[in-house]
């Protein structure tokens, strides 16, 4: 009798020990599974306004297997990167100052590219202005004289200023109702310049 009690236990403990085996097993899988899917994350989201940048993405799971690889992304925390990456492609002085373009762009309440496609619609972004005149924008030179300014900084918060004056309080949101104004004699090809440069930053075609 005492014998069959004894066998009955061992096999209790052996079952016993084999299920917290197994448990244990699982809940190591489970967090090795876990980890790498953290390893690998890959964020595409998209937010409102259409605005498109590049966002770096890596894997950290394996340093055999790390590597980057760029992707197009769309959210509102990636727009001064784009702006940047798009000034540095083409070797813009106005690079340093991304950061202000975005912020004066969202201070007014126009879209971020707005300031740069006129730019390099107008001046290759600043590679053809006026010497020492920081204008890369075009407006305020005539024949009576040319609109100067004393840095960059300067000229990026008036211009910011008088877009949204001068275009957006009057529903000139689009590169042809701007075209009218801001370039009468155009025969469309400053609003298509503009449209294409809008272009390559939302797609990131640069």
């Given at each position: 009798m005492w014998q069959k009690i004894v066998i009955f236990i061992g096999r209790?403990?052996?079952?016993?020990?084999?299920?917290?085996?197994?448990?244990?097993?699982?809940?190591?899988?489970?967090?090795?599974?876990?980890?790498?899917?953290?390893?690998?994350?890959?964020?595409?989201?998209?937010v409102g306004g259409g605005n498109v940048s590049q966002l770096v993405i890596g894997s950290n799971y394996e340093e055999e297997e790390e590597r980057q690889m760029e992707v197009l992304a769309v959210t509102d925390d990636a727009r001064p990167l784009i702006i940047k990456r798009y000034l540095e492609r083409y070797k813009s002085p106005l690079a340093p100052y991304a950061d202000l373009i975005f912020e004066v762009s969202m201070t007014y309440g126009f879209d971020y590219y707005w300031?740069?496609?006129?730019?390099?619609q107008e001046s290759n972004l600043c590679k053809k202005i006026p010497e020492n005149s920081y204008n890369c924008w075009g407006y305020g030179i005539h024949s009576?004289?040319?609109?100067?300014?004393?840095?960059?900084?300067?000229?990026?918060?008036?211009?910011?200023?008088?877009?949204?004056?001068?275009?957006?309080?009057?529903?000139?949101?689009?590169?042809?109702?701007?075209?009218?104004?801001?370039?009468?004699?155009?025969?469309?090809?400053?609003?298509?310049?503009?449209?294409?440069?809008?272009?390559?930053?939302?797609?990131?075609?640069?």
């Open positions: 209790l403990v052996f079952l016993g020990v084999f299920a917290l085996f197994c448990v244990v097993f699982v809940y190591w899988e489970f967090l090795t599974l876990n980890g790498m899917r953290q390893g690998k994350q890959t964020l595409v989201s998209r300031i740069v496609a006129i730019a390099q009576k004289g040319t609109l100067r300014f004393d840095s960059y900084e300067l000229a990026i918060k008036s211009f910011a200023e008088y877009l949204d004056r001068e275009y957006f309080k009057k529903d000139l949101n689009t590169a042809e109702l701007m075209m009218g104004k801001y370039n009468p004699n155009s025969n469309g090809s400053w609003a298509f310049g503009v449209n294409q440069f809008i272009g390559e930053m939302e797609d990131g075609d640069f």
